[in-house]
């Protein structure tokens, strides 16, 4: 049982039975706290203690606070005749002393009192105190103006009493108390009680009900309620008690009914409230009587009018429902190359189910996890109305910064600086004089192999140098180095003057927007020509200023460290003239310039620092993977705590080995970045997904022919991602209509035992640029027989690859007419078959020769000799103007007047283009 009921059950406060529990030690945290059986007997218990306790200590407090005040009684008529009371009067200048109870909460029933208190002994009156309409004559009952003991009521104690009690002799009761609605005589108590203070505290006064005086028979305390019931008219048709004086309005009377006209039969009138509350009911209420009104509207119909009522409503909701959904549909999305039917419909704001149905209509079979390639997805949007922009993986996943970007903090930033021009041209042998280090001797052939990013010092400024290489392979790589420069330096060798990869260059830069400055090289050599050097640049828009362009020209000498100061002058003038700024206190972000495998320290990366500042310690997220700068290094190989704008450093804690040119990122907090790693990887499987391959009569053509293509599958292995990349492009561009470079797989790091095994379950054979194998793999390649070339130059491997084509390319076959003659006779020999007897026209006939029978223009045979004679002698030659005979193998129809050609099957091998 809880600890509210006990207290209700028995008739106090809560207040008393938490107390009784605080005294037993039973726990009782709140009013729904669980008593037990045995708790609750204990407290019931106890409450029969404190009840009679509370009766002792009301009772002494009584005797202890009486008072004595004058009274005037005035008893209007109207009460009179409703309660047949007989009023006796005192005398005109008479007063009566009563005993009155002092208890602050009963003495506010009214402002105008019926108790007239002599001056110097009023009490205030607290306003709206009073007693409620209704039941005039009876106590307030509201719990908070209860009180807790005292006597004052109709029925006063006297202490005038003939027999000794303190009831007062009825006689000598005053005017206006009534008469005795129980009958009790005076005198003595029939039922002995003693006079004076009640037991249970309850006031006096008249009791309405009849009922008879005494204790209460259900033990209840008197004060205030522990059941929260309100007071006013009692349920059980008590009467009204003692009505108040005439004229006196009510007082502490509730708002929204006015007093009762007079009697107890009379209902209390209500008073209109006009506030939010009332206002309110009243709209819901006339609401209620329009849907009512509606729903007899309603029944009235007939069936049919009611059937399209309900139709209409059904179409106007689906109106309503379209429009909807038409509003939520985007303008414009964006999407990768791939993307899933389910992403799709996620980013048009429509149901799976439905996109799923428009895809079928079009004859697409696809399932929600499903990609689909961007044109379908197109198709698919202009349904919605919607425009689909084809985006990278990075914009589709792109990292906001919400740091402040403020003009005041920017700061002048080095310049970057790459050097690009035709392979050869001495582009490492310009950096080599400007860094004054030996770097070329360690490229292999003289050739760079792969971006060298190198940062040095001019006049106390900083310029930053990418070296990229010149080779034909290597087009992605100079396209990276001209998207995140500043300036480019074209380096054109006086002797050679401009070549393939010196366009390639300037379409670079110009795609890139950014500044030439042309650099004529190995002005030293004899045969060198720059003034045609400078002439052949002018059909490319790179026009001298001393011929009225603008651009910047220097003749130098890399090799004899000539005018290198006045080229590197320039490079200043064109930083200068550009304003490079940036802001050093954002998170830093760049860009990868090379990546590799390390087998000491993982997936190490270069990254060229493009804004803000790098710091160890920081989580960034570059291209699909993630991590945490665990350590820096310059170009130097010094270990760094930070990088600022247009440094190159080395960066250690990558979760993979990134992609060249892939964008990296700082961000906030590691969770951060291994969230957006995530979401890249995801997209990036969705890009890698098999795409819907519709069946068409073109499309079955070309794959049965695929049967006839030979495959040559390879597996490249490289030291850094850019040349694995270029390698890669190289070799698949090698490909043909009959003979497919296809590589199954491409990476960076060692050859290692899973290279091996992929390359014998596929039949495939390994490059390695730049990189060896280790002793078990060399041992495990030749158990499975897995071929394994290593080089260091690019176009030797090309070349390889190319040789090993041809050799799998079929030959070209050519058919050479030999000798051709005429058929005069035909003889039947037994064991032989026919003979042609027949004369060589032109040419020769030999034994190995192919022989084609034509009659009337129609081959009629095409096949080979079984045999060859000149009368009785096999000849293995039979020359022209000569007579013969020869037999065909398998073929007897030969007639008179048969025409013959002798000829031969030539086979040459095919060589590729």
């Known amino acids: 049982m809880k600890a509210i009921e006990v207290a209700t059950k028995n008739f106090v406060l809560y207040d008393d039975v938490l107390e009784i529990c605080r005294e037993l030690g039973i726990s009782c945290a709140g009013e729904s706290s669980e008593l037990n059986d045995n708790e609750v007997f204990l407290v019931e218990r106890r409450i029969e203690s404190v009840k009679k306790r509370k009766v002792e200590e009301a009772q002494k407090a009584k005797k202890n606070k009486k008072i004595k005040l004058k009274k005037k009684v005035e008893v209007s008529n109207d009460i009179k005749k409703k309660k047949g009371m007989e009023i006796t009067r005192g005398e005109e200048s008479g007063e009566t002393e ?14 105008e009192s019926e108790i007239t208190k002599e001056p110097g002994a009023e009490k205030k009156v607290e306003p709206g105190r009073g007693p409620r309409p209704g039941s005039e004559g009876q106590q307030d009952r509201r719990p908070a103006q209860r009180p807790s003991h005292g006597t004052q009521g109709d029925r006063k104690p006297y202490e005038r009493r003939p027999d000794g009690q303190q009831g007062g002799d ?99 009138a209500s008073i209109e409230i006009d506030d939010a509350a009332a206002k309110k009911q ?53 999407i990768t190359e791939s993307v899933t039917v389910g992403e799709l419909a996620k980013k048009l704001n429509v149901k799976a189910s439905e996109v799923i149905g428009k895809l079928m209509k079009l004859g697409v079979m696809a399932t929600i996890n499903q990609a689909i390639d961007s044109d379908t997805a197109s198709i698919l949007a202009a349904e919605y109305n919607t425009e689909v922009g084809v985006v990278t993986l990075y914009d589709e996943t792109v990292i906001k ?38 770097v070329i001797d360690s490229e292999f052939g003289g050739i760079t192999q792969h971006i060298g990013a190198y940062t040095v010092n001019v006049r106390d400024k900083k310029i930053t140098f990418l070296d990229t290489p010149g080779h034909a392979a290597f087009t992605t790589m100079r396209a990276r180095g001209a998207s995140i420069t500043d300036i480019v330096i074209l380096v054109v060798a006086a002797n050679d003057g401009v070549m393939p990869q010196t366009i390639e260059a300037i379409s670079h830069a110009k795609a890139a927007n950014v500044p030439i400055i042309v650099a004529i090289n190995k002005i030293d050599l004899e045969e060198a020509n720059p003034a045609k050097v400078r002439q052949e640049l002018t059909a490319y828009d790179l026009v001298p200023e001393e011929w009225g362009g603008t651009t910047l020209f220097a003749e130098i000498s890399a090799k004899k460290n000539q005018n290198i100061e006045d080229l590197l002058e320039l490079v200043i003038i064109q930083a200068e003239m550009l ?107 969705i890009e890698s997904a098999k795409k819907v391959r519709k069946v068409t009569l073109e499309s079955l053509n070309e794959m049965i022919k695929e049967g006839e293509v030979q495959e040559l599958c390879i597996i490249v292995k490289a030291d850094v991602d850019g040349s694995s990349q270029a390698l890669t492009e190289s070799l698949e561009k090698l490909s043909n209509s009959e003979v497919r470079v296809k590589v199954i797989h491409s990476g960076t790091g060692g050859i290692n035992d ?28 030749d158990k ?32 050479k007419v030999t000798g051709t003659g005429e058929i005069r006779q035909i003889f039947k020999v037994s064991k032989v078959g026919t ?79």
Request: with cysteine; net charge positive.
């Open 98 to 111: 009563t005993a009155v109870e002092e208890h602050e909460s009963l003495a506010g029933t009214s402002v």
């Open 170 to 268: 009825r006689r000598e009761r005053p005017a206006g108390a009534g008469q005795r609605t129980d009958s009790r005589p005076g005198g003595q108590r029939t039922d002995a009680r003693p006079g004076g203070q009640r037991t249970d505290n309850r006031p006096g006064g008249y009791r309405t009900d009849g009922r008879p005086g005494g204790q209460r028979t259900d033990n209840r305390p008197a004060g205030q309620r522990t059941d929260g019931r309100p007071g006013g008219q009692r349920p059980d048709n008590r009467g009204d008690g003692r009505p108040r004086p005439q004229g006196q309005g009510p007082a502490g009377a509730r708002g929204g009914f006015r007093p009762r006209p007079g009697g107890k039969d009379d209902a209390p």
């Open 282 to 334: 009243k709209g819901q209420q006339k609401e209620k009587e329009k849907e009512k009104e509606k729903e007899k509207e309603f029944r009235r119909l007939t069936k049919k009018e009611k059937e399209e009522i309900e139709k209409d409503i059904i179409l106007k909701k689906k109106h309503a429902q379209e429009q909807k959904r038409l509003v939520s549909i985007p303008d414009k999305i964006n």
């Open 401 to 438: 910064n919400d740091q402040e970007d403020k003009a005041e903090d920017y700061a002048s930033r080095p310049p970057v600086v790459t050097v690009m021009g035709h392979v050869d041209h001495g582009k490492t042998k310009l950096l080599d004089a400007i860094r004054e280090a030996n």
């Open 579 to 685: 304003e490079l700024r940036s802001n050093p206190k954002l998170i830093g972000k760049g860009t990868v310039i090379e990546s590799r495998l390390d087998p000491g320290r993982g997936a190490v990366c270069t990254v060229l620092v493009q804004s803000g500042t790098l710091h160890v310690g920081d989580s960034f997220v570059v291209g699909m993977y993630s991590g945490k700068i665990r350590a820096m290094f310059d170009d130097k190989g010094l270990p760094i705590q930070e990088a600022g704008p247009s440094a190159p450093v080395e960066i250690l804690g990558i979760s993979g080995v990134p992609a060249a040119g892939d964008p990296f990122e700082g961000v906030e907090t590691d969770r951060f970045a291994k969230q957006i790693s995530q979401k890249r990887l995801e997209y990036k499987r």
């Open 754 to 781: 899973s290279d091996v095994m992929l390359a014998s379950a596929s039949n495939a054979i390994i490059i390695g640029y730049h990189v060896r194998p280790t002793g078990k793999v060399s041992d495990l390649a």
């Open 784 to 815: 499975e027989n897995v071929s394994i070339k290593f080089y260091n130059i690019i176009f030797e491997a090309t070349d390889d690859i190319k040789a090993a084509m041809e050799g799998m390319l079929s030959p070209i076959i050519e058919q």
């Open 835 to 913: 003979i042609a007897g027949s004369v060589c026209m032109s040419g020769k006939v030999s034994r190995k020769s192919k022989m084609r029978i034509i009659r009337d223009g129609v081959v009629v045979f095409d096949g080979t000799l079984s045999s060859l004679k000149r009368y009785k002698d096999d000849v293995s030659v039979v020359e022209a103007g000569q007579e013969f005979g020869f037999a065909l193998t398998d073929f007897n129809d030969i007639k008179d007047n048969d025409h013959f050609e002798a000829y031969e099957v030539i086979e040459t091998a095919k060589k590729l283009s």
